[in-house]
């Protein structure tokens, strides 16, 4: 029997190895496509003015139809955009960690780090290692590898697409309504950017969605938590597949 595409889009200054240990548990049930997005990995720096468009155009033609998209953090916001604007792609859509209607507050504060990573990158991804795995119990070799994708990034191009991630979730607010596709939006219970409350409210905003808060995670689910990702993710599936 063929085995169903699973497609795995990372988060902003990241790259498609953040999913390795998700990958490990799904290799066995899924075809994989984890891309890199553009700007990211060896792609390309993002030059100014790069959009949502831009980011999910960049992926969209190595994704087959029909296929379940996983996004994380920017990924979740292009994974939408896909759902939005070419839902033929999408079987069905796991929000890991996603943003959704930022109030003006946390518009304020996402814009706040973006100055600071624009100010002083190297202060700017310590911070977000911090909110990142603060407390987790994730080995350190995760957090060093985390670390060093993170430095590895051209900074202008970092900052092009840190300013989708900051202010994309305006743009596609409205249109959520229109997302078909059978969904779940989950979260980390002390992801202090992506948090259950946003995941709550992107759930209330797509027509066929639920929320699942993750006890005691923070942002990076996919390395923290895999193993309860990978069962949100195969039981919508499950739960979505006929015959």
Not at 41 to 60: F, K, S
């Amino acid at each position: 029997m063929r085995k169903p595409t699973l497609v795995l889009l990372h988060g902003v200054g990241l790259d498609h190895t953040m999913w390795e240990p998700s990958v490990e548990l799904l290799a066995d049930r899924f075809t994989l496509v984890t891309p890199d997005l553009p700007g990211h990995g060896r792609n390309r720096p993002a030059p100014a003015g790069t959009t949502l468009e831009d980011l999910a155009l960049g992926v969209a033609a190595g994704i087959p139809r029909k296929s379940h998209l996983v996004g994380f953090s920017l990924g979740a916001l292009v994974a939408q955009y896909l759902a939005l604007h070419q839902p033929d792609l999408v079987a069905t859509l796991t929000s890991v960690s996603s943003v959704c209607r930022r109030t003006p507050a946390e518009r304020e504060e996402v814009l706040n780090r973006l100055d600071t990573a624009r100010a002083d990158f190297t202060a700017a991804t310590a911070a977000s290692l911090q909110r990142w795995y603060a407390d987790t119990g994730v080995p350190a070799e995760w957090v060093s590898r985390t670390e060093a994708t993170l430095l590895g990034n051209d900074v202008e191009s970092f900052l092009h697409c840190y300013r989708v991630f900051a202010t994309a979730d305006a743009t596609l607010g409205p249109h959520l309504h229109r997302i078909t596709a059978p969904a779940v939006a989950v979260t980390g219970e002390n992801d202090p950017g992506s948090t259950p409350a946003m995941t709550r409210r992107l759930a209330a905003a797509l027509p066929n969605c639920r929320a699942v808060i993750v006890p005691g995670a923070r942002h990076m689910l996919p390395v923290q938590s895999p193993e309860t990702l990978v069962d949100c993710v195969t039981t919508l599936i499950r739960d979505n597949t006929h015959g």
